[in-house]
């Protein structure tokens, strides 16, 4: 199966949000995605799979800098 090769920047990066009872949500990055030409779907890669079953999708934004 051949690799398919995203643009560079990808249009959203992908999330998992944990819950957690009396504190701010956890979130953490867990992917890429990229909108089809065609503007009908996404092309998703994850580096890691959800055990919670919710992925949030967010505009990409580049990392900041330390």
Known sequence: MAKVQPK????????IVEEREGQDPFWLK???AWANKDEKGFN???QA?????????REYKEPEKS
Do not use: E, Q
Request: proline share 9%; no cysteine.
């Open 8 to 15: 560079a920047k990808p249009d959203y990066n992908v999330f």
């Open 30 to 32: 867990i992917g890429a």
């Open 44 to 46: 998703i890669v994850l």
């Open 49 to 57: 799979l959800p055990l919670s079953g919710r992925l949030v999708l």
